[in-house]
């Protein structure tokens, strides 16, 4: 202690004043009226200095030390200048705070009688320039804020306190965009928000009005809000460039997505991306029910979405992760977390979604008007699913008149398609096509059948495709498929591997009539693949080449060698005429 100190206990002042003790350091001049009665004196410490460390925080306030909202830590120096006066149970502080984390302006004025935060009644303002708020309070996603508000309110227990802020957020980074201009008006009471939002900024403007509600386990919101304009990539919330305005109106209850229980709505919606317009307007969304049995519904002008049953949307990623992992256990694990009961049926209708695929996935058009619905109880452990695509196209392939009907349990999974009509870009591939298919233990057995409108091109192709490790081994059952009216027949067994850098051939015989095409062998690590073709009608292939004008006649054997197909590949061919 050091300083120049005269009067008397109920008159005493102190100037130069120096107060230490290795955790904080007091510096200023003190007055005090009225001791020894420390209620009734008045206190007043002008030009004051107060310096301390988070460590000196932690020693006079132990309970945070570890505070999951709040790190001292993170507090290497802390310095405050200002004044104090009043009274201990009725006072005013004014002053500069500063910090490593940044700097804070206060003047608040407070009445706290008997010292219980029950009683409390406070006034004032606070400023804050670029305070680093992540740091402070241990969310890396915030970064610093720029504010100023009043603030009005009583109580500091958060179950009966009751506060008022009106304000300017000036700056406010948040994922490493800095938000401008956001305007604060609303009451904070008994865990409860009642109030306005406005957001200025150059990529956002957004008026939120209503009420929030967490003083329970749930948070509760009823409020409107109009998403004026936004740009989503400015923002770094996306990468393509999107931009969106809309309507909300809000209703619901719910801390995460299992518990959501009310409605949302989304109206007027204006969502463009690469300057292209979504055809969206409108999307509701309702949750009804209780914890055990929900219904989950989606509606808007693009497509209609059910659920309905025991679920949580949560785990559903688990017991698809758990199906498939007693299909295809060589590519995927069972899940570490615990499958949990999941038994509900589920529908989806579209309306008008192409022209929303030709501004978010131009790859895909069509898929108007499909009709998809299905079950899943991993309880049972059976799953099941219809799907009905009137038309479709990705990419070069284009479908028709598409039905999948699916069923499976726990080891197996039956998959059956049929399309009216099929279509590969400009090749052969076109007409009706079915393909049964189990997937199961690693394995795929399959049937594929397709027939051409002119049945030049038609094919029934079935076999077993098994994976180990990184291979994958394709054995055909005996099929067959025509081309230009001539039927071929794949015999059974024929088999190939494949693998990173390797290919081993088996067995592959296909003939018709006395023509004969047989393949072998492993071209891989120096290795020869050889095929050798015999009696081959050489007028067949002018019609496959597209050269039956010409009306070639005769037949050809011929031998190809393919050597060391993955390294220097070599080729020699031996073509002889009969």
Same mark, same amino acid.
């Given at each position: 202690?050091?300083?120049?100190?005269?009067?008397?206990?109920?008159?005493?002042?102190?100037?130069?004043?120096?107060?230490?003790?290795?955790?904080?350091?007091?510096?200023?001049?003190?007055?005090?009226? $009225?001791?020894?009665?420390?209620?009734?004196?008045?206190?007043?410490?002008?030009?004051?200095? &107060?310096?301390?460390?988070?460590?000196?925080?932690?020693?006079?306030?132990?309970?945070?030390?570890?505070?999951? &909202?709040?790190?001292?830590?993170?507090?290497?120096?802390?310095?405050?200048?200002?004044?104090?006066?009043?009274?201990?149970?009725?006072?005013?502080?004014?002053?500069?705070?500063?910090?490593?984390?940044?700097?804070?302006?206060?003047?608040?004025?407070?009445?706290?009688?008997?010292?219980?935060?029950?009683?409390?009644?406070?006034?004032?303002?606070?400023?804050?320039?670029?305070?680093?708020?992540?740091?402070?309070?241990?969310?890396?996603?915030?970064?610093?804020?720029?504010?100023?508000?009043?603030?009005?309110?009583?109580?500091?227990?958060?179950?009966?306190?009751?506060?008022?802020?009106?304000?300017?957020?000036?700056?406010?980074?948040?994922?490493?965009?800095?938000?401008?201009?956001?305007?604060?008006?609303?009451?904070?009471?008994?865990?409860?928000?009642? $109030?306005?939002?406005?957001?200025?900024?150059?990529?956002?403007?957004?008026?939120?009005?209503?009420?929030?509600?967490?003083?329970?386990?749930?948070?509760?919101?009823?409020?409107?809000?109009?998403?004026?304009?936004?740009?989503?990539?400015?923002?770094?919330?996306?990468?393509?460039?999107?931009?969106?305005?809309?309507?909300?109106?809000?209703?619901?209850?719910?801390?995460?997505?299992?518990?959501?229980?009310?409605?949302?709505?989304?109206?007027?919606?204006?969502?463009?991306?690469?300057?292209?317009?979504?055809?969206?307007?409108?999307?509701?969304?309702?949750?009804?029910?209780?914890?055990?049995?929900?219904?989950?519904?989606?509606?808007?002008?693009?497509?209609?979405?059910?659920?309905?049953?025991?679920?949580?949307?949560?785990?559903?990623?688990?017991?698809?992760?758990?199906?498939?992992?007693?299909?295809?256990?060589?590519?995927?694990?069972?899940?570490?977390?615990?499958?949990?009961?999941?038994?509900?049926?589920?529908?989806?209708?579209?309306?008008?979604?192409?022209?929303?695929?030709? &501004?978010?996935?131009?790859?895909?058009?069509?898929?108007?008007?499909?009709?998809?619905?299905?079950?899943?109880?991993?309880?049972?452990?059976?799953?099941?699913?219809?799907?009905?695509?009137?038309?479709?196209?990705?990419?070069?392939?284009?479908?028709? $008149?598409?039905?999948?009907?699916?069923?499976?349990?726990?080891?197996?999974?039956?998959?059956?398609?049929?399309?009216?009509?099929?279509?590969?870009?400009?090749?052969?591939?076109?007409?009706?096509?079915?393909?049964?298919?189990?997937?199961?233990?690693?394995?795929?057995?399959?049937?594929?059948?397709?027939?051409?409108?002119?049945?030049?091109?038609?094919?029934?192709?079935?076999?077993?495709?098994?994976?180990?490790?990184?291979?994958?081994?394709?054995?055909?059952?005996?099929?067959?498929?025509?081309?230009?009216?001539?039927?071929?027949?794949?015999?059974?067994?024929?088999?190939?591997?494949?693998?990173?850098?390797?290919?081993?051939?088996?067995?592959?015989?296909?003939?018709?009539?006395?023509?004969?095409?047989?393949?072998? $062998?492993?071209?891989?690590?120096?290795?020869?693949?050889?095929?050798?073709?015999?009696?081959?009608?050489?007028?067949?292939?002018?019609?496959?080449?597209?050269?039956?004008?010409?009306?070639?006649?005769?037949?050809?054997?011929?031998?190809?060698?393919?050597?060391?197909?993955?390294?220097?590949?070599?080729?020699?061919?031996? &073509?002889?005429?009969?």
């Amino acid at each position: 202690v050091d300083g120049r100190g005269r009067g008397t206990v109920t008159d005493l002042t102190a100037n130069d004043l120096t107060v230490t003790d290795g955790y904080f350091t007091l510096k200023g001049n003190l007055a005090m009226q $009225g001791l020894p009665d420390i209620n009734t004196t008045l206190i007043t410490f002008r030009d004051g200095e &107060v310096t301390t460390t988070g460590k000196g925080i932690i020693h006079y306030a132990p309970a945070l030390k570890g505070n999951p &909202v709040f790190t001292a830590d993170s507090v290497s120096y802390l310095k405050f200048n200002g004044l104090f006066e009043g009274y201990i149970e009725n006072f005013r502080v004014a002053g500069t705070f500063k910090s490593n984390l940044g700097e804070a302006v206060t003047d608040i004025s407070l009445i706290m009688p008997g010292f219980k935060a029950d009683s409390a009644t406070y006034t004032g303002s606070v400023t804050t320039n670029h305070l680093q708020l992540g740091k402070v309070l241990q969310q890396p996603l915030l970064g610093d804020i720029t504010t100023n508000q009043k603030v009005t309110g009583r109580s500091f227990n958060p179950a009966n306190m009751q506060m008022r802020l009106d304000g300017v957020i000036n700056e406010f980074q948040v994922n490493g965009y800095r938000y401008h201009n956001i305007i604060t008006e609303g009451t904070l009471a008994r865990q409860q928000f009642d $109030g306005r939002v406005l957001v200025d900024d150059p990529n956002l403007a957004l008026d939120f009005d209503g009420h929030l509600n967490y003083s329970g386990n749930d948070l509760h919101i009823d409020a409107t809000a109009h998403l004026l304009a936004s740009n989503l990539r400015a923002m770094r919330l996306v990468s393509d460039s999107i931009t969106a305005s809309a309507d909300f109106l809000l209703n619901c209850t719910g801390k995460n997505i299992d518990n959501f229980f009310g409605s949302a709505k989304l109206f007027n919606i204006d969502l463009r991306r690469n300057a292209h317009r979504l055809d969206i307007d409108s999307i509701y969304v309702l949750s009804a029910g209780d914890s055990i049995n929900r219904l989950l519904k989606v509606s808007s002008s693009a497509f209609n979405a059910e659920i309905n049953g025991r679920y949580k949307l949560t785990e559903l990623p688990v017991a698809v992760q758990y199906y498939l992992s007693q299909y295809i256990p060589n590519y995927v694990r069972q899940p570490d977390t615990k499958l949990s009961g999941q038994q509900f049926d589920f529908s989806l209708t579209t309306h008008d979604v192409d022209s929303i695929f030709a &501004v978010t996935l131009p790859i895909i058009r069509g898929f108007d008007d499909v009709k998809v619905k299905g079950s899943f109880n991993t309880t049972a452990g059976t799953m099941s699913v219809d799907a009905w695509v009137p038309w479709g196209k990705v990419g070069p392939l284009e479908l028709t $008149g598409a039905e999948l009907v699916g069923v499976g349990d726990l080891d197996r999974l039956s998959l059956n398609t049929t399309v009216a009509f099929a279509s590969l870009a400009d090749s052969a591939v076109k007409g009706a096509m079915s393909l049964n298919t189990t997937v199961g233990n690693d394995s795929i057995g399959f049937t594929l059948s397709t027939i051409s409108p002119d049945k030049e091109s038609s094919a029934t192709l079935s076999g077993l495709i098994r994976a180990h490790k990184d291979t994958l081994t394709l054995t055909t059952a005996p099929s067959q498929f025509y081309l230009s009216r001539v039927k071929w027949d794949v015999a059974g067994g024929s088999m190939v591997q494949y693998s990173d850098r390797f290919l081993a051939v088996e067995r592959v015989l296909i003939t018709s009539g006395i023509q004969q095409i047989s393949v072998s $062998g492993t071209p891989a690590n120096g290795g020869t693949l050889l095929l050798n073709a015999h009696n081959i009608d050489v007028a067949h292939l002018g019609n496959i080449a597209g050269f039956d004008g010409y009306q070639p006649d005769g037949r050809i054997d011929a031998t190809v060698s393919v050597n060391d197909m993955f390294g220097n590949l070599r080729l020699n061919a031996n &073509v002889r005429a009969m």
